[in-house]
């Protein structure tokens, strides 16, 4: 399995069932791409926490509004199957605004707005709104 889709889909339905935080397993990529998402406001922190048998993990607290979840949906865009790769002049909004596209880009994990600022494209990870 693919693990960004496997932290992607349980951040969003943690979120759908109002849970406070969410427990994945950590790496590198994982964790730069939740500092992303802290940076866009659609969690509010997350921090690497180390379980019983030195095991290393990722503590994700979601974010809500009044409303309800900050995380609607996600789609993974970028697979293992097939790479997608976006120039910067081709970058464009999701939802109006209202949604991030996330890059890995050579300047590290990067928000459509972001990557926008320092004129780079990459792949693109997934949309989140």
Known sequence: MDPISNMLITMKNASMVSKET???PFSKLKYAIAQCLKEQGFIVNASKKTEKNNISVLEIQLAYTPE???IH??????KQSRRMYTG???IRPVKNGF???VFSTPKGILSDKQARKEQVGGEVLFTMW
């Open 99 to 101: 949604g991030i596209t």
């Open 22 to 24: 969410v427990v994945i």
């Open 68 to 70: 309800g979840p900050k």
């Open 88 to 90: 910067v002049k081709e």
């Open 73 to 78: 949906d996600v789609k993974r865009m970028s």
